[in-house]
Each structure stands twice: as structure tokens, then as C-alpha cells.
């Protein structure tokens, strides 16, 4: 780069942090470094933050020449998981039963006297910190990310304190989330938050956002403003595209999903169909390979309904390219009631490994959009569930097309996470100062 861009980044996951939040920054702020702009990232103290997953071995993934900030900050989650054990809220919002399906005491009382998060303890201290970096270091721009959108808030008050181009970064909705309605706001508490969301996209100077129904979504909640101002910038993929698999002779077809899996996702008509073609199939089996986090009673409900289901646990973000990579088939699925413009993050990793892609969502959604022209994948329509086993069958006779595959890393080379980076180097540099 002929221009030497001094970006400050802010971002609650960090690693330790492990999985897909802590991903999409991790790998645009490494390829940053490597295009020869200085990095600054304030983040998280470890014992201050709460993680879903830690995975230690990303501390090692961070480029040396990232300068990273640290602060302490006080952890409400901490008083809450000894005051309020019982609670908790289960993982994912997963419910074992209808009749636990509403909101909790803990639930409750973070949404009203938390606002928009309960991770905005270290807001205040995070300013002060920002405005001292952005001193000392002359920086060009700022970029916040969420979840959680707290951290949107503390871009808007370091922006209304400095005259710097400030980018606010969606990798989900705010108030439109899917389960938002699950987390028992009063009519108070939803005006907050949504003034709160409003005052960021109108303040910001530029929106990125990961898909393209997200930047609608996002665009919507402020008409009066200029649409050149958002930005879709997708999750990208992260080092060399795999070779694609030939298809070979072995009796068992190993499907994988690695995530994160609730009964919220509703999988169960896409298993249906799996254990309808093993009951007909004689030549060649699907099993079903789980990796990833899942509640203990969704896990037995399924072991014991599916036989071809195995469950793996949680693995390292160093050890999942290689289980993608290792697959016939890989599936992938987002909450029933989740947008159209949700992209799972995890697409980009199953379009790094080059194995078919089996997904279960809608018709019209951004992951088609992708699969489409990409030609990496099958869609599974959630509102055609009769037709899965058929489609099914057809998918597993599919055969690797050599020239769909040469056109396939033509269209993945703009996914590659190197020119997402230039994209927003370029974006941070084209933008007027407010």
C-alpha cells in the first residue's frame, strides 16, 4: 500500500476468545498488518471478558506487529452466575420444553437494566482509552464491530469527542436479531435500544454489514440517509482453496457440520431425509459427524432418534479446517427464524475446503445467493421438506464438473479474506472527513 493507514479497531472478542466472533477481525486485522497498515486493537482483558468458547492457541495466530490494548473492566457476568445460577439462560436460547420456553428472571433483568447489552461494563473505560490512542498515534480510522452492539456506542462517543472517519461493522442485526423477542425487554427498554440504533447508523460515517440482506435491514431504520453509505462486505476465507474432493468408493459418506446447534435450528426434517435414503440406500451410507457446542438434552434427543449421528464436542479453531477438509458432504444451517441475510460464518470455511455444501434454509437468502455462484452447493428449502429425500438421492449421484470448478476459484477469489482487507482499507481511505 502506498498510503501507510493507521486503523484502530475495537472488538469485545478477542483471543483468547474462541470461535466464529473473534474470526472475521482476527483475519481482516492480520491481513491488514501484512498490506502494511498500522493496526491498533483495544480489546478485553481475559478475566474482564465473557467467552463463549477460549481457544489459546489464536494468541499465537495474532501478527506481531498488531498493537494490541488491553483494559480491565467490570464483568457482571460473574456476580450473575453465582446470584443467579439456576437462571442462567441456556445456550443458544434453546428451550427444552414449550413450557420453559419463557423468559427468565436473568433474561429479564438484563435486558432492562443492561442497555443494549451486558457487555457495555467497559464502555466508559474503553472511550477514555480510544481517545488516548487515537492522540498518540494520529490514527486515520476507527472501526467498531458486533456483537455485542454495546460496542457501537463506544465508537459513537469517541466519534462525537474526535473528527475521525468511523466505521460501525455488523456481523448481525441489533433489534432485529431472532431472538430478540425472547429476551424480555419492557416497552422502555426496547425505545432505548432502538434510539440507541439509530443514532449509530445515522452517526457513523460509513456501515459495512456481512451480507446483503443485513445492509437492507440496516438501511431501512434510517431512510433519510445516503444508501452509498453502507457497505456489504462478507466474511472471507482465510488461506489456500482446497482441492476439490473426487468422488471414490468407499461405502460411507461422511457428512460434517461444525458449530454451534440448538433446537432452534430444526434439523430434524433434513435428518428425516438422511435416514429415509440409509434405509433404501445398499451401496452407500451417510453418517453424521457433529463438532462443535450443542445443549445436553438437544444431543440425547437426537442420539436417540438418529442413529448415524455422532457427536465430537468442541475442537480448536486450528484442528476444524482440517475435520472440514477431511469430509464427503458439509452441512450447514442458521436458526429457522433467522433473516435472509444471515451468512452463517462458518460458509466461507466450508468454501475454503471445497466439499459440497448441504444447506437447510430458504429460497431468496444470501448463503443461495453465494452457493449460486459459486456452484458449491445444494439448497434443502425448509418450505419443501417433502422433497428432501428425492433431492437427497440426486445430490449424492452428483459428480465433480472440472470446468465448474475452475470457474468456482475464478468467482471464491473475491471472498478470499486478503481482498476483504483491501476493501476496508480502501473504504477507510475514500471517506470524508466529518
Not at 493496526?39 to 489459546?56: G, M, P
Not at 498515534?137 to 476507527?142: E, N, P, Q
Request: proline share 5%.
Amino acid at each position: 500500500m502506498e498510503k501507510h493507514q493507521k486503523i484502530l479497531i475495537i472488538t469485545y472478542y478477542w483471543p483468547p476468545a474462541g470461535g466464529i466472533a473473534v474470526k472475521r477481525w482476527l483475519s481482516l486485522s492480520n491481513e491488514f498488518a501484512q498490506l502494511n497498515a498500522e493496526v491498533h486493537v483495544l480489546t478485553l482483558d481475559r478475566d474482564s471478558a465473557e467467552y463463549h468458547t477460549i481457544d489459546d492457541h489464536l494468541l499465537h495466530s495474532v501478527d506481531s506487529r498488531i498493537h494490541v490494548h488491553r483494559i480491565s473492566a467490570w464483568n457482571p457476568f460473574h456476580m450473575t452466575k453465582r446470584l443467579f445460577k439456576k437462571h442462567i439462560p441456556p445456550q443458544g436460547f434453546a428451550s427444552k420444553k414449550k413450557a420453559e420456553s419463557g423468559v427468565n428472571l436473568l433474561t429479564k433483568l438484563r435486558s432492562n437494566l443492561f442497555i443494549p447489552d451486558p457487555r457495555k461494563t467497559w464502555n466508559s473505560r474503553s472511550v477514555r482509552k480510544a481517545l488516548k490512542i487515537i492522540d498518540a498515534h494520529g490514527i486515520d480510522a476507527l472501526i467498531t464491530t458486533s456483537p455485542p452492539h454495546s460496542v457501537q456506542l463506544i465508537g459513537r462517543q469517541v466519534a462525537r469527542k474526535r473528527n475521525i472517519n468511523w466505521i460501525a461493522d455488523f456481523r448481525d442485526p441489533w433489534t432485529d436479531i431472532f431472538y430478540y423477542d425472547q429476551l424480555g425487554h419492557s416497552f422502555f427498554s426496547r425505545k432505548v435500544d432502538a434510539k440507541f440504533e439509530r443514532q449509530v447508523l445515522s452517526e457513523a460515517t460509513a456501515i459495512s454489514t456481512v451480507s446483503w440482506g443485513l445492509k437492507s435491514l440496516l438501511e431501512d431504520k434510517v431512510p433519510s440517509r445516503n444508501p452509498a453509505d453502507f457497505h456489504v462486505i462478507p466474511n472471507g476465507i482465510d488461506g489456500e482453496i482446497v482441492s476439490s474432493k473426487l468422488p471414490d468408493s468407499s461405502k460411507i459418506f461422511r457428512m460434517v457440520y461444525t458449530g454451534m446447534l440448538t433446537n432452534l435450528y430444526e434439523i430434524e426434517p433434513f435428518l428425516c431425509a438422511i435416514q429415509q435414503y440409509n434405509s433404501a440406500e445398499d451401496d452407500r451410507l451417510i453418517v453424521f459427524d457433529f463438532y462443535g457446542s450443542i445443549p445436553p438434552f438437544y444431543q440425547e434427543v437426537l442420539q436417540n432418534d438418529y442413529s448415524f449421528m455422532h457427536f465430537h464436542g468442541n475442537r480448536s479453531m486450528d484442528e476444524i479446517p482440517r475435520i472440514q477438509e477431511s469430509a464427503d458432504g458439509l452441512f450447514l444451517v442458521g436458526p429457522k427464524d433467522y433473516t435472509s441475510g444471515h451468512i452463517p460464518g462458518k460458509l466461507f470455511e466450508y468454501l475454503r475446503a471445497s466439499r459440497p455444501i448441504f444447506y437447510l434454509g430458504d429460497e431468496g437468502s444470501d448463503v443461495v445467493r453465494i452457493l449460486e455462484e459459486t456452484h458449491s452447493g445444494e439448497l434443502f428449502d425448509r418450505n419443501e421438506s417433502k422433497k428432501f429425500p428425492a433431492l437427497l438421492a440426486e445430490t449424492m449421484k452428483g459428480q465433480v464438473v472440472v470446468g465448474e470448478v475452475q470457474q468456482r476459484k475464478a468467482v471464491l477469489s473475491a471472498y478470499l479474506r486478503t481482498n476483504q482487507a483491501k476493501k476496508f482499507l480502501a473504504l477507510a481511505d475514500t471517506l470524508g472527513v466529518k
